[in-house]
């Protein structure tokens, strides 16, 4: 199946910088989202990216699909975005539905 | 944005118990529907896909028996713990997608199941 790794695995940031998470894959992919696990346990969709680049506000992240990577960007930081960072992926045409977990990044912002 | 929602929130059950969670679309039919677990400090581990009025197909050394899956409307799926054990414990996450394709998931907000 799909290896999913993602890098740093642990970031600790002051309030108001700037980051960039990482996620490599193994294998071609049509399917690859970005979540956010706050502390409660809740995923909150951030991206839907199999490729291209998409922002959200202070989010933005770009997928490379041939050179099998993406990249979510977190501007000026706020406390509010501590908590894990999931990348997922999938292809279709091999796995159905189904989506592969990285280990995620644990983001933890400092006042 | 499309939601789903699951319940309980949290269950605490005695060995030997069953127990039955839902996961709910609450504003898309759900074609396929997924039951996800995640230990603490750890990934999500997908235990099973299910799609509506079919049976569910589970992932490598996850006990069907045990995992019972109901995906009886475009709207509800059902996990059922039987016979639950202390090593069940976990964080149970359901999550549900529309259409045919490789579309956008959609998150429950877990349930926290303890088993004493």
């Known amino acids: 199946g799909i290896q999913v790794e993602q890098s740093p695995p642990d970031l600790i940031l002051q309030e108001g910088a700037n980051s960039t998470l990482r996620c490599n894959f193994s294998d071609s992919v049509n399917n690859l989202q970005w979540f956010h696990q706050n502390p409660w346990g809740q995923l909150i969709n951030l991206f839907y990216?199999?490729?291209g680049t998409k922002q959200n506000g202070r989010l933005s992240a770009t997928t490379v699909a041939t050179e099998r990577y993406s990249l979510l960007y977190i501007s000026s930081s706020q406390t509010t975005d501590s908590g894990v960072y999931f990348c997922a992926v999938g292809l279709w045409e091999t796995s159905g539905s189904r989506l592969t977990f990285g280990e995620g990044t644990q983001l933890t912002v400092n006042p | 944005g499309a939601v789903v929602s699951q319940h309980p929130s949290w269950v605490i059950c005695k060995s030997g118990t069953s127990v039955k969670i839902e996961c709910r679309s609450l504003?898309?039919?759900?074609?396929?529907m997924f039951w996800y677990r995640q230990f603490p400090k750890q990934s999500l581990m997908l235990m099973a896909t299910s799609n509506e009025g079919s049976k569910a197909t589970y992932e490598q050394g996850v006990e069907k028996d045990k995992f019972l899956i109901n995906h009886a409307s475009l709207t509800l799926s059902t996990l059922t713990v039987t016979s639950a054990h202390p090593e069940d414990s976990s964080f149970y996450i359901c999550?549900?997608?529309?259409?045919?394709?490789?579309?956008?998931?959609?998150f429950g907000p877990g349930t926290r199941l303890t088993v004493t």
């Open positions: 990216i199999p490729s």
């Open positions: 999550s549900a997608k529309g259409g045919a394709g490789p579309y956008e998931q959609y």
């Open positions: 504003d898309f039919q759900a074609t396929t």
